[in-house]
């Protein structure tokens, strides 16, 4: 090929790319939705405790406070974002402490005397209509009469204030200048963001919203937002990690650059080495947005990192490029091997497919095809666009010194078992849990935030995001009149200090049969009249004055009971249909919880009801989950193991020469998983993901190591490609070991220590040895 | 104004005329007022009922014999903070503090003056009209709030609360009784 058609190649390359990576990163959706990576919920009770980890009303909501400024503008800032946010469709509901003149529907307002609990203890009689008006007498005497005077003469019980009592959470903050302040001086606000809180990119989009809202306000530069809740919080830990991913990659990216000069001496090389990998994981995202429609953030990390091992396509080419050869010819000479490494890391990776979760699907689809992608294009695209002239890198003569010192290290049978040995010891005394249960231990919130977030949330009164109580029964009225049932028993928590509130459905709308109980105890228009002059005989309000109190209880005498479905469309409704849902033809009541101070009392409701009430933790719930996905996972690795050793064992038709390649393969993941293990590691699906990848890398160290060679020439050619690829492994993963973050740390570390073992052992058990015709597989 | 004011704390009693258009006749109230600097006021209520509303620092808490203690923050009660805003000025005699929220006009005879002052912020005249002071030489004997929709409330301070009202009292009287003329 021509030096000018040879670059035409390389630039359309690279442009096809460009394009490409163009055309995806316009279509591509991708969901950060945890859930399409957690098993598939199988009865009512999963389905609901899935919904309520990413949709619940208490992880949906964001903490704000307005600081920085005196308390007027705050409250001009706080109103005028809670009105913008009302009108953006990113949030469902805002609360800034603003009463809210139409918090009770004009419509529902006969109502009152239904939802109201007054009527339980109390009937309108003379004696209880005479007390209620004398203190309404003396509130007129007092120099705040001008709020009760619009509502006096409809409402001399004050039902109204009674229901908004009931429906203001026990802890709400105190209002200044009529809106929510904290004790610092801060305005409050509380947003709930229609997205579900576990959704880290739907929740980005939501706060960047909300910040350009605040900005576009008049004055919003005189103070500051700060933003709380576990949606910002999720947001933020991503930002973090995503940055020093990033910047770590970026290192390790110049020190790979600096690595294959080094090896090369050619600058030819930097505008190859890259295009296979690229082409496999645009190629496989692109297959991941047909196939699925939209690729879960997870996916694009595990699957970026398993895509890993494509780097070394290119390498293998590069290093075993023979002086004054042609580039076809040296790329059909290690296509055999990097073909079959490439189908039997495919047909492993369809293990994945089995699990049922969308999730690994995806990342199997992304892998498999980006896998194969990068292999045809180091196969019949790379040797095109490699300069003709060429070093032969068998020529240095470090690298004869370096093959003669491997060659002539001591190779003792006894060295595998013992290792095999060792490691088992060592999982076996690993003093930590074998698991990682905490997910938060990963990705760590700064102290800072955490500390944010519990001002704000405890001075907003903001529902527990842990705890939920959940009610179940087979109707709706069922659940209503099962959260009256427990209503006593949460006073009594209330007051034992056990939480701080509990907010029941039956708290907005009482079950039906309470409604009729309490308009049973309606007096007639004759009765309420009568005992209504009999009580105003001594007071001195105006004659008639209550005329719409008695047109009120008249016209509640006669409504039909209100139902969830007419309450819902209220202005509090939204708060009720968040309360009440159906799954799977049965009815449950989620109650949040403010303040809770002893989970296991809560717990003990459970017993008292027959499992009717239970206290839901969603931290250990969510555990439970990944638990199980976990399980999911280890028997699609197990099985994607079993399949490789078999398409490695087929391709081979030799057993002993397979043996040679699977053996220190998985002795070398053993050994990583064992020195983890007594180094206090607990696992986590990272580790998985990482020891995955090596054990991939491991593959081609033990394959190449292992195929026959004709001359030293091509001994000292595998060795390079291989010492290439171990340096660079370990430099971009050693790296990204230092990394002050947990997530970050347990792929670096995993992968560069899987690196090191698949090495040594590969140069131990797989190279072929001179005394090979002596020893079986089973003593290897 | 400088003349009014008193050392803090200051402790005066009252009689309070409480007209309400919800009310075919007024109401009158006897207690005492304790000033005790700038943010803090505190109003007892001994007759007819037993009540004591205490405000301190925006906050108030209000104690009515057989039921239960109420706290709300002063913005919940612009009347409140009014009566408050008004007695500081004038019993801490701080006029910059008063011309801040209050249009003020003065009128004197010899041994008589009245002051009124009418809010300037459509927060506050929205509950208040006018708060009318009336007194003499540097001591203030009445204090008035009246509110847009004519209700209103007539307190006697110190001296002047022990007069004698008609039954029952009506406003001309308690004019009357505040100019000296009773």
């Known amino acids: 090929m021509t030096p000018g058609r040879r670059i035409a190649l390389i630039l359309g390359w690279w442009l096809l790319l460009a394009a490409l990576a163009f055309v995806v990163q316009q279509r591509l959706v991708v969901s950060g939705d945890l859930r399409s990576f957690m098993p598939p919920a199988r009865d009512a009770d999963q389905k609901l405790l899935l919904d309520e980890i990413g949709d619940g009303p208490a992880s949906r909501l964001l903490l704000l406070g307005i600081e920085g400024a005196p308390v007027e503008t705050l409250a001009g800032l706080s109103h005028a974002l809670a009105d913008s946010l009302r009108g953006d469709a990113h949030f469902s509901h805002v609360l800034n402490g603003e009463t809210d003149p139409s918090a009770l529907d004009p419509a529902l307002l006969p109502y009152r005397y239904l939802l109201s609990p007054t009527l339980d203890h109390e009937q309108f009689d003379t004696t209880y209509l005479h007390a209620q008006l004398q203190q309404r007498e003396y509130d007129l005497t007092s120099p705040a009469a001008g709020m009760l005077e619009p509502l006096l003469p409809r409402d001399p019980t004050l039902e109204v204030l009674t229901l908004a009592q009931r429906w203001t959470p026990a802890k709400a903050p105190s209002v200044r200048a009529g809106v929510w302040f904290s004790s610092q001086g801060e305005a409050l606000l509380l947003a709930q963001t229609r997205a579900g809180g576990f959704d880290p990119q739907e929740q980005a989009t939501a706060i960047a919203a909300l910040r350009a809202d605040f900005e576009r306000l008049p004055h919003a530069r005189d103070a500051r937002l700060v933003i709380s809740g576990p949606g910002y919080i999720a947001v933020q830990v991503g930002a973090t990690t995503r940055a020093q991913a990033e910047w770590l990659g970026a290192l390790g990216s110049a020190g790979f650059i600096v690595l294959l000069l080094l090896a090369y001496r050619s600058p030819g090389v930097l505008a190859l080495v890259a295009l296979p990998l690229a082409s496999g994981a645009l190629v496989g995202v692109a297959a991941i947005m047909l196939a699925f429609g939209s690729v879960h953030g997870i996916t694009l990390a595990f699957g970026f990192t398993l895509l890993g091992v494509a780097q070394e396509y290119p390498i293998r080419v590069f290093s075993h490029r023979r002086a004054g050869s042609d580039a076809y010819a040296c790329v059909r000479d290690v296509w055999p091997l990097l073909r079959l490494a490439i189908v039997s890391a495919s047909i492993a990776y369809v293990a994945f497919f089995a699990s049922g979760v969308p999730g690994l699907q995806q990342l199997a689809v992304f892998t498999i095809v980006g896998l194969l992608v990068a292999g045809f294009a180091t196969r019949w695209l790379l040797p095109a666009a490699m300069p003709p002239r060429f070093g032969d890198v068998a020529d240095s003569a470090w690298l004869e010194r370096a093959r003669c010192w491997l060659d002539a290290m001591p190779r003792p049978h006894w060295l595998p078992w013992s290792v095999l040995g060792l490691a088992l010891i060592l999982l076996?005394?690993?003093?930590?849990?074998?698991?990682?249960?905490?997910?938060?231990?990963?990705?760590?919130?700064?102290?800072?935030?955490?500390?944010?977030?519990?001002?704000?949330?405890?001075?907003?009164?903001?529902?527990?995001?842990?705890?939920?109580?959940?009610?179940?029964?087979?109707?709706?009225?069922?659940?209503?009149?099962?959260?009256?049932?427990?209503?006593?028993?949460?006073?009594?928590?209330?007051?034992?200090?056990?939480?701080?509130?509990?907010?029941?459905?039956?708290?907005?709308?009482?079950?039906?049969?309470?409604?009729?109980?309490?308009?049973?105890?309606?007096?007639?228009?004759?009765?309420?009249?009568?005992?209504?002059?009999?009580?105003?005989?001594?007071?001195?309000?105006?004659?008639?004055?209550?005329?719409?109190?008695?047109?009120?209880?008249?016209?509640?005498?006669?409504?039909?009971?209100?139902?969830?479905?007419?309450?819902?469309?209220?202005?509090?409704?939204?708060?009720?249909?968040?309360?009440?849902?159906?799954?799977?033809?049965?009815?449950?009541?989620?109650?949040?919880?403010?303040?809770?101070?002893?989970?296991?009392?809560?717990?003990?409701?459970?017993?008292?009801?027959?499992?009717a009430v239970r206290l839901l933790d969603l931290k250990t719930a969510s555990e439970n989950l990944v638990a199980q996905y976990r399980v999911r996972i280890l028997k699609a690795l197990g099985l994607a193991l079993l399949l490789l050793a078999a398409a490695v064992a087929i391709a081979f038709r030799n057993l002993r020469r397979a043996w040679h390649v699977i053996a220190p393969m998985s002795l070398a993941t053993l050994l990583a998983l064992a020195v983890l293990r007594i180094g206090g590691v607990s696992l986590s699906l990272f580790h998985l993901v990482a020891l995955t990848l090596a054990a991939g890398l491991g593959l081609h160290y033990a394959l190449f190591f292992e195929r026959p060679v004709a001359d030293d020439a091509e001994a000292r050619r595998t060795l390079h490609a291989t010492l290439v690829c171990v340096i660079s492994a370990i430099g971009v993963f050693g790296l990204l070991a230092c990394s002050s973050l947990p997530v970050l740390r347990a792929i670096g570390l995993t992968v560069a220590l899987g690196v090191v073992f698949h090495f040594c052992l590969s140069t131990q058990m797989a190279r072929p040895r001179l005394d090979d015709h002596e020893a079986g597989p089973s003593a290897t | 104004m400088e003349k009014l004011a008193k050392p803090v704390p200051s402790s005066t009693i009252y009689t309070e005329v409480r007209f309400a258009h919800q009310l075919r006749r007024p109401i009158v109230l006897q207690g005492q007022l304790d000033y005790g600097g700038a943010e803090k006021l505190g109003k007892r209520v001994d007759s007819p009922y037993r009540e004591t509303t205490e405000i301190s620092d925006g906050h108030v808490r209000v104690q009515r014999e057989g039921r239960s203690v109420r706290e709300f923050t002063l913005d919940r009660a612009p009347q409140l903070q009014a009566l408050l805003t008004g007695f500081s000025a004038m019993l801490g005699g701080d006029p910059a503090t008063l011309k801040k929220y209050f249009a003020m006009s003065l009128e004197e005879t010899s041994s008589q003056w009245t002051l009124t002052l009418t809010p300037l912020q459509s927060s506050l005249s929205r509950h208040l009209r006018a708060i009318v002071i009336d007194g003499s030489a540097n001591q203030p004997q009445c204090f008035s709030l009246l509110e847009p929709d004519g209700d209103a409330s007539v307190m006697l301070l110190g001296a002047l609360a022990s007069a004698k009202l008609p039954t029952p009292p009506t406003r001309a009287a308690l004019t009357a009784i505040c100019h000296g003329k009773s």
């Open chain 1, 428 to 611: 076996w005394i690993a003093p930590t849990p074998l698991w990682q249960t905490n997910l938060a231990a990963l990705t760590p919130v700064p102290p800072a935030l955490l500390v944010r977030e519990g001002q704000l949330r405890e001075a907003l009164g903001a529902p527990d995001v842990r705890y939920l109580l959940l009610l179940q029964a087979s109707s709706a009225q069922d659940v209503l009149k099962l959260s009256e049932k427990i209503d006593p028993q949460v006073d009594k928590w209330i007051s034992a200090g056990v939480v701080d509130d509990v907010e029941l459905p039956s708290r907005y709308l009482p079950s039906i049969a309470t409604q009729r109980a309490r308009q049973a105890k309606l007096p007639d228009r004759a009765m309420l009249t009568a005992a209504l002059d009999a009580a105003l005989a001594d007071l001195s309000f105006q004659p008639d004055l209550f005329k719409p109190f008695v047109d009120d209880v008249e016209a509640a005498r006669r409504l039909a009971p209100l139902t969830p479905e007419e309450f819902e469309r209220s202005p509090f409704g939204a708060r009720l249909q968040a309360m009440l849902v159906q799954r799977d033809g049965r009815w449950f009541g989620v109650a949040t919880l403010r303040g809770v101070h002893a989970a296991s009392a809560l717990a003990n409701i459970s017993k008292a009801t027959d499992g």
